[in-house]
């Protein structure tokens, strides 16, 4: 019997549906259907023996041509995931398509274990990759060329870190390609950032007084029969966003039930057990506490949104942009919910948390930390300044010994 095809809707998919949920090729044919990216598995008896396999496809025409290699073998045996395994009349084992390249590569990152908003940009990524070999002509990864990425890259629009960043995914997937000896050169090695890329974007974190103005603004904001959120969501929603450095994504899928551990919050899980926590004051606890008593588990839910997408949205850009407007007028300052984050950072390094810790606590390196956030305090050297002032100003001046002959 042929095999059944299903989708697997995972945590964070991008049309909302429930975890683990399953749908059909049917459902999403429907008219007014929702489409994600989720993956495809199969499911059926091969040689007396039934089973449910991971096919890593998104793509309703990959899975099937994953599904037929298996029918053809009778068995549930090892299968590449890629058109090497899955050969059709179109397809070859050395003449690979760009779709299911893009699709195995999609595939590899995910099995990283990649956080799934960064999965949704490689996605993007490989979806913009795709569009444009349709629109050139292109089918097979050996029809890309040094000339066709030199094209491909100039079509982009994005802003210089975006562009770079984008880069940094297509020269991944290039690589991917070479690896598997779809490509015989290197076709991006000539492809470079832009110019000013690298430099850090010169930002600068709320300080002291703008996170009380924010606070400030919050009891402006009141409940109404057309708006079931006030200015004490706000306070709760920043305040744990300023204690942990969560990005807003992390603030709008927090579960207390998962995280709140008494006073610690799980800031990430590593696959070694070694997990990170931050610590959070008594009166921050009880807060929370308190708001799963009333919300659930999900405190920062959104009416009845369940896409981390929708609720994102709905936070960044109705409920912190209002209380953003009211905190204002600001000065060389553009408020976004980014900002809490790089003020987590701010805090800790001014207070002479070490470089180290304060990149465990934010799932960087110490080189990202010292690359971008150090250069963003300026209240820090000054204190660093006063120190030195305090150890030098009464001492001999410091005097050049010359050179021997």
């Known amino acids: ?80 995931p890629t058109p090497q395994a899955a050969s059709t009349s179109e397809t070859k084992p050395d003449h690979i398509t760009i779709t299911h390249a893009t699709e195995a590569f ?30 050139i002509g292109y089918v097979h990864v050996d029809q ?60 600068t974190p709320f300080t002291d007084d703008d996170i009380q103005r924010l606070l400030a603004a919050c009891d402006r904001i009141k409940r109404t029969p057309r708006r079931d959120w006030d200015g004490e969501d706000l306070r709760d929603f920043i305040n744990l966003s300023l204690h942990t450095g969560f990005r807003i994504s992390d ?13 610690a919050i799980l800031l990430r899980a590593h696959k070694n057990g070694s997990n990170v926590y931050t610590w959070v004051p008594d009166w921050l606890a009880d807060r929370l506490r308190k708001r799963q008593k009333t919300h659930g588990p999900l405190i920062f839910r959104a009416g009845t949104a369940l896409n981390m997408k929708q609720m994102t949205q709905i936070w960044r850009d109705k409920r912190l942009r209002e209380v953003f407007k009211l905190a204002g007028p600001w000065k060389n300052l553009k408020p976004t919910p980014h900002l809490f984050r790089h003020s987590f950072a701010r805090i800790l390094l001014e207070r002479g948390v070490g470089v180290e810790d304060v990149a465990q606590l934010l799932g960087d390196t110490p080189t990202v930390v010292l690359k971008h956030y150090s250069s963003w305090l300026p209240s820090r050297q000054n204190r660093l300044t006063a120190i030195l002032k305090e150890a030098f100003d009464d001492k001999p001046k410091l005097v050049a010994i010359p050179r021997q002959a």
């Open 1 to 80: 019997m042929p095999l059944n095809l299903y989708r697997r809707h995972q945590k964070g998919c991008e049309a909302g549906f429930s975890v683990d949920l399953r749908t059909s090729e049917f459902d999403e044919r429907k008219k007014g259907a929702k489409r994600c990216g989720c993956f495809i598995f199969a499911s059926g008896s091969l040689g007396r023996s039934f089973k449910r396999r991971y096919t890593a496809c998104t793509e309703w025409t990959a899975a099937r041509a994953v599904a037929a290699q298996w029918e053809a073998n009778g068995t549930w045996g090892k299968v590449d």
């Open 106 to 135: 999609l595939a590899k990152c995910v099995n990283r274990g990649i956080r799934p908003n960064t999965i949704a940009k490689y996605r993007t990524f490989t979806n913009q990759l795709k569009a444009w070999a349709t629109d």
């Open 144 to 203: 890309l060329t040094v000339t066709g990425m030199d094209a491909f890259y100039g079509t982009w629009k994005d802003g210089i870190r975006a562009r770079a960043k984008k880069l940094e995914r297509l020269k991944a997937f290039v690589q991917f390609c070479i690896k598997r000896k779809w490509l015989t050169e290197n076709i991006v090695e000539d492809l470079q950032a832009p110019e000013g890329s690298s430099v850090p974007n010169p930002k």
């Open 251 to 263: 603030v709008v899928l927090f579960n207390a039930e998962e995280r709140l551990r008494g006073n």
